[in-house]
């Protein structure tokens, strides 16, 4: 039936419709005379296709629209009867809708009208209906606020066309739906049938369209602004009635100035102007004239309107008995309104009008309090027209049943469905289906309305049905965004890159609270399944477990069996359960996890299809898999898969998928390269060593028996170039060079003179230092082995005397160290300078003395003569040294060793180690009654010593306390301030950190590990002896907020300290109070007469403590945020870091590496672990995880500018076989 067309008994002349749709212009109804022969039989559809327009809506929903359409013209400049209710259904929300009024009298004055179509006549008919809206916050309150009516009233007309052969044959059961049509787009039998306003009129302001779906019943809603604005209105306040009166006394001699109608009587002689012309039926009836000379016409209205506005007719009077003629007013001929759709429009407007006067003029009658007797009349007319306000008469027009609404009714999610709370389940399950069908972008939050209806209902039907829909409510979907930490406001949820859910999913869900947990894992499943990513959903439905020994539980075995037990264990239960085998996925999942076993994950890849689709190393580029692995693409394959194991086995496990990414980022690696290593890695998961380059590398150095630290020491020494070059460049010469020094006998070295013993053992060490160095220049081996002689002299004491033999042919045991150094140089082939080489490129400072010349030269140099039980003890003095002792030892030797350049005035020795490593400090000691008399004196330094005993908040804080001022008593000059500052800087600034304490409680030494963090770059300029006024108004700031900072904590600490027993202050009075509240006290039969006031006493102590910490916590939080942006404009003097000592363990053992930093390779990490030389990333070096037992204790700066030509952590050229 749906499908049929209208039946055309004449056929149609096309010519005569003008390309708007419209007929052309014709009289009566503007339709061409064919037309009138057109008859439409009323079986078909008109609007076969309507129920494909948006929006669509309820009767229920139009006339709610109808009333707050105000609200939005008002608002908006639009009514919202074209609008989706998604637009404004949680504004209407918060609206009270406008009273819509009609007459209910239809005697005096028809407002509904119903005639036959004169297209299907006999079965369609057409009702018009007029109603009022009215602001119901409008009261006026004098007469003369009758001209702000304009802005509290609207008209509403409303026409239904209703085809009555299709309502008995087509109408659905149920709730109709009513799609918008453009009026443009009417049907010619229903353009020829109804009247509607020309949308240029201006006060039309909405004229809106709806045909149902069923029957094509038509729905036209027109809201029209007033008939009369203020500035007619004006015309009835009360001045203007007496002017108006005053003029028309001059003119009529019957009128009494003093009888000044009321502004009713003025309106009620306006409404009858209309009512004569509305009421007539017929042409037969009597068309009332009024007289232009009427008084009442004009002593009561502007007479002028009557033609300008009211379409009367100003013509003469007939001449009778020889009377001079006059002139009347002829008002227009209303009665063939059906037909003629001009004369339609003239009087729509008349009832409009009326309409609007009598609700005024009811208005001014309720302000009237006393009405005289000849007012009777005009009460009457007024109270004769009743205005109801309610909407029977809308439902009836409508044939739609009327119920009671809800409050849920205005709910914005009852209305985004267009429903009502009485609507029946199948009725709302309808609306939904074709909201979503019409508007499927919103289909969320159509979601989210059916099931807020569902909840309210409590259905059972439309619980099973929203159980069903595979749908993403838009509040769920806000709901989840929030949860990732995104304003749903600022994100278009269709463009979210589903990677980046899955990251921010995986750096949380570990580190959370169950409650987090399930939010996230909750929010993923939104958001992956409105995305439809269905890798953001395996990862929801595959995560781990929250312990891992859930899994051994589950796969039934224990936590220490090998990794093919748990692979025999996951096959087995899979065979017994197959309906459970994701479950066993999670568990196994779980463990490898757990284990970090590549092993399992295999299993896991190769028997799971998911893990395998979504781990692919295909779906990671090349680009991708470096940043995953976090690894520069010029990287070799070596340090990839360095980089790759450490993270591997050592890394945070930052995200349930973070192993799985790193193998699939190594397969993409390893095939993009086609590396022998990496996929050799990969099948097997044993590094193959023969694929390793060694001449792009660091030589890394053998641990002989606890020499890690020396091992650091020895590579710091050798990146720092110009003492390599020193080193490398010493032989016999510079011994003999430093004996013929003119310094030589004057010179000292730490303040004392050198002996003759220590100065040989000196040369001696260098003499190993040079061939190890040398070694690790040219090694075709991944590491070198320090001689036992080199270890030995580097950790035995100064005052431990070294025996020397002259004979060069002594026993095996006994090494001479230069001739056995040389003879092996002498017998390597010359170096290669093919692009092969080492591409740091190779200065002759490397290697500036002829390898083949020193062999040459005949040395007449003392051998030492060690023995493996010397050697013993020194390897266990090591093990008992600290390592400052170590570091002083091995530089004292080099300077010892080295040719004075000048001495101090102390006869200090200056050489290149004092050049590199030493600078000065300035000490002042000021007497506080004398400040003029000051004490000054200079030290050198070789490092800083920074204290974290004081709980430092980072580099700057601990050095901040170094250099802060004393206040001491001297015996020799009382009670002084001491100052100290930096005179002179070294290229190389060494900061050691102090973190071995001793415990006086337990008699034993322990070591701090906690965190001190420091950056890339350090700014020394507030430490410098400076005459910088503004420096030093900071400094003096600084010193104040410090000795703040420093009060604040210590009570701070003193609030939180704990007893004996664990409890702090705080704590002590809350158990004290539970103490006094207990039964204990009537128990023991206390007096409990100042029990109260003692336990409000205890309350107030409390309530003070915390207000007074979290007084403390602000104003410390305040200073150190201060304190630390205190210099930020002083930055002249800056270092850069290139240098990490760090220990593992406690303060008896331990294990030491270095981090050194290479600014000559886009500025890597290695790490130098013994023999091992690793990259790793800068995240590594700078860890100040809370718990760290691998905690830095010595830091190497150098001064910027100076880093390429100080620092050469990579020399290498190799020997040619």
Known sequence: ???????????????????????????????????????????????????????????????????????????????????????????????????????????????????????????????????????????????????????????????????????????????????????????????????????????????????????????????????????????????????????????????????????????????????????????????????????????????????????????????????????????????????????????????????????????SMFLENDLVTEK?????????????????????????????????????????????????????????????ALDPENIG?????????????????????????????????????????????????????????????????????????????????????????????????????????????????????????????????????????????????????????????????????????????????????????????????????????????????????????LKMALQSIGTTRNSKLINHFLETGIVDVSCLPVA??????????????????????FTIKPLRISILNYDSDSARLLEESKFHSKRRIGGREVSKQEELRSIQFIYHLRDLFNDMIRTNSRCVTPTKELVYLAFAPSNVEVEFADDSSTEKELIDLTTDSVENLDDTP????????????????????????????????????????????????GRQQDVTECIGNVFAQIEIASEPLSLEDDYEQNDLVKQLFYGRIKQDLIPKNDETSVRTKYERFLSLLVNIGDHPKDIYDALDSYFQNDYLNLAEYGDVKRTVSISELPAVLQIQIQRVYYDREKFMPFKSIEPLPFNETLYMDRYMTTDNSELLKEIKRSTALKQELKELKQHQRKLLSQNEIGLSFKSSLIETKKFLESNVIKEHEIDTNNLPSSIAYIDTVINNIDKELERLFRRITDLENEVSQQFQQFKDIGYSLFAVFIHRGEASYGHYWVYIKDHTRNGIWRKYNDDSVTEVPQSEVFNFTDGNTATPYFLVYVREGQEQETVEPLKRILQVD
């Open 376 to 436: 009777k009349t005009v009460a009457k007319c007024f109270s004769n027209q009743h205005f109801g306000t309610t909407h029977t008469w809308w439902f009836n027009i409508m044939n739609h049943p009327h119920m009671e609404p809800s409050t849920y009714d205005t709910n914005y999610h009852f209305i985004n469905l267009s429903v009502a709370f009485r609507y029946i389940d199948k009725d709302i399950i309808k609306n939904y289906e074709t909201q979503i």
């Open 445 to 661: 939050h159509y979601f989210d309305a059916l099931q807020y209806a569902t909840n309210a209902k409590g259905s059972y039907q439309l619980i099973a049905y929203c159980g069903k829909q595979d749908v993403v409510g838009y509040d769920d979907l806000n709901n989840a965004l929030q949860v990732f930490g995104l304003d749903p406001t600022d994100v278009d949820v269709n463009l979210l890159d589903g990677n980046t859910m899955i990251e921010y999913y995986n750096s949380n869900l570990l580190n959370c609270s169950e409650i987090k947990r399930k939010d996230l894992r909750n929010a993923l499943r939104v958001l992956g399944k409105h995305l439809k990513n269905q890798k953001m959903l395996f990862l929801v439905e595959y995560e781990p477990y929250i312990t891992v020994q859930q899994a051994y539980n589950l796969l039934k075995v224990d936590e220490t069996v090998d990794d093919d037990i748990i692979q025999t264990a996951y096959t087995i239960n899979i065979a017994d359960m197959p309906g459970l085998k994701k479950d066993y996925d999670r568990a196994i999942f779980t463990i490898a996890l757990d284990r970090r076993s590549m092993f399992l994950f295999n299993v896991l890849t190769e028997e799971c299809p998911e893990f395998a689709q979504f781990y692919s190393f295909s779906e990671l580029s090349y680009d991708d898999a470096l940043k995953v692995i976090e690894i520069d693409m010029n990287a070799s394959d070596d340090v990839i898969l360095e980089v790759f194991q450490r993270k591997w086995n050592h890394g945070i496990i930052t995200g349930p998928d973070y192993l799985l990414k």
């Open 830 to 877: 010359d170096l290669k300078s093919s692009e092969d080489d080492i591409s740091m490129g190779q200065s002759p400072e490397a290697l500036p003395v002829s390898v083949t010349e020193t062999a040459k030269e005949q040395y007449s140099v003392q051998i030492a003569k060690i023995s493996a039980d010397q050697l013993e003890n020194t390897l266990e003095i």
């Open 1 to 363: 039936m749906a499908s049929q067309q209208p039946v055309l008994k004449l056929k149609l002349n096309l010519n005569q419709v003008d390309s708007a749709g419209q007929p052309a212009e014709e009289s009566k109804t503007d339709i061409p005379d064919s037309l009138t022969e057109l008859v439409d039989e009323g079986k078909a559809l008109l609007y076969p296709e309507i129920s494909n327009n948006f929006p669509f809506k309820t009767c229920d929903r139009i006339l709610d629209d109808i009333r707050i359409s105000p609200w939005f013209l008002k608002k908006f400049g639009s009514s919202v009867l074209k609008q989706p209710m998604l637009q404004y259904s949680r504004e209407r929300q918060q609206l009270k809708p406008w009273n819509l009024v009609h007459l209910i009298d239809q005697v005096n004055l028809k407002s509904r009208y119903d005639y036959d179509s004169m297209t299907c006549p006999g079965r369609n008919t057409i009702s018009v209906m007029f109603a009022l809206l009215v602001d119901p916050n409008f009261v006026p309150d004098n007469f003369d606020d009758i001209t702000q009516f304009p802005e509290h009233l609207y008209h509403l007309k409303v026409t239904v066309k209703r085809r009555s052969h299709l309502e008995s044959f087509n109408r659905h059961v149920g709730v109709t739906h009513y799609h918008l049509l453009e009026p443009e787009s009417l049907h010619p039998f229903d353009k020829k049938d109804i009247f509607i306003m020309d949308k240029t009129n201006p006060r039309l302001v909405d004229q809106s369209v709806f045909v149902s779906t069923d029957t094509n019943k038509l729905i036209v809603v027109e809201i029209i602004k007033p008939e009369f604005d203020s500035n007619d209105l004006s015309e009835y306040q009360s001045e203007r009635i007496k002017e108006r009166y005053a003029k028309a006394c001059h003119e009529f001699d019957l009128l009494n100035p003093d009888d000044v109608p009321t502004q009713a009587v003025c309106l009620k002689t306006l409404f009858m102007i209309f009512k004569n012309p509305l009421q007539r039926k017929s042409d037969d009836s009597e068309l009332k004239i009024i007289s232009k000379d009427s008084v009442a016409l004009n002593s009561q209205i502007n007479t002028e309107w009557l033609t300008s506005k009211f379409n009367f007719n100003l013509q003469k009077t007939s001449v009778e008995d020889n009377v001079q003629s006059g002139e009347e007013f002829k008002p227009p001929n209303l009665v063939d309104y059906v037909t003629d759709f001009k004369v339609r429009e003239i009087r729509e407007g008349y009832i409009r009008k009326s309409m609007e006067v009598i609700l005024i003029g009811k208005q």
């Open 696 to 717: 792009t590398w660091p030589a890394g150095i053998n641990n002989v028996g606890n020499t890690c630290y020396l091992n650091s020491l020895l590579q710091f020494f």
